[in-house]
């Protein structure tokens, strides 16, 4: 939703001028609904909705792993997760540790718990984050940031470092990773 540009209060002369004190009534009651409507037009279209699915309850959510090819069953010892979104700035931190990965394969992603906006520029990943990462073996480079993946759920953990190209980071059998990444997201997430 869009803010309002323009804002129509009713106007009805006839029931103003005529005196009686139903017609004032009357106009009051529809000037009261218009403004009310007005209102929460605006606060939805600044504050957005407040979102309560895939599993966010009141700021916390619980944050899982997954590979890129096959998610498989992770085992976790931890798995802390916070959000904060106004309207559709979303700020997400984590902390999840596993000891084990079974069957997962792939690239290392953490499911963040809303849909990341779409980007003009295909490839593009503008929505950076930090990680801690603990007893993760990189894939290469010397440490670790998450790229909140436009249009999806995925935090793609990603190695960097001096000298090397940045890459994704494979799936481990254990680790820890806390972090935080802000990013746009979407107003519909259908």
């Known amino acids: ?73 992770f085992t976790y010892t931890n798995q802390v997760g916070y959000s904060l979104r106004r309207g559709i700035v979303t700020d997400v931190w984590f902390d999840v540790s596993w000891t084990a990965a079974g069957t997962a394969a792939g690239n290392l992603i953490v499911e963040l718990p809303y849909k990341v906006a779409k980007v003009s520029t295909a490839g593009t990943k503008p929505f950076v984050g930090v990680v801690q990462p603990s007893s993760v073996t990189y894939t290469a480079g010397t440490d670790l940031v998450v790229n909140a993946t436009p249009d999806t759920f995925d935090g793609e953990i990603w190695t960097i470092g001096d000298g090397v190209p940045t890459a994704n980071q494979a799936v481990v059998g254990s680790g820890q990773l806390i972090g935080h990444v802000r990013y746009i997201g979407q107003q519909n997430e259908n």
């Open 1 to 73: 939703m869009t803010l309002p540009t323009n804002i129509i209060l009713p106007i009805h002369t006839g029931r103003i001028e005529s005196g009686k004190p139903e017609d004032l009534s009357d106009y009051f009651r529809d000037l009261i609904f218009e403004l009310q409507s007005m209102y929460e037009d605006i606060a939805n279209a600044v504050n957005g909705n407040i979102k309560a699915d895939y599993n966010v309850t009141q700021g916390s959510w619980i944050p899982k792993v997954k590979g890129s090819t096959t998610p498989g069953s």
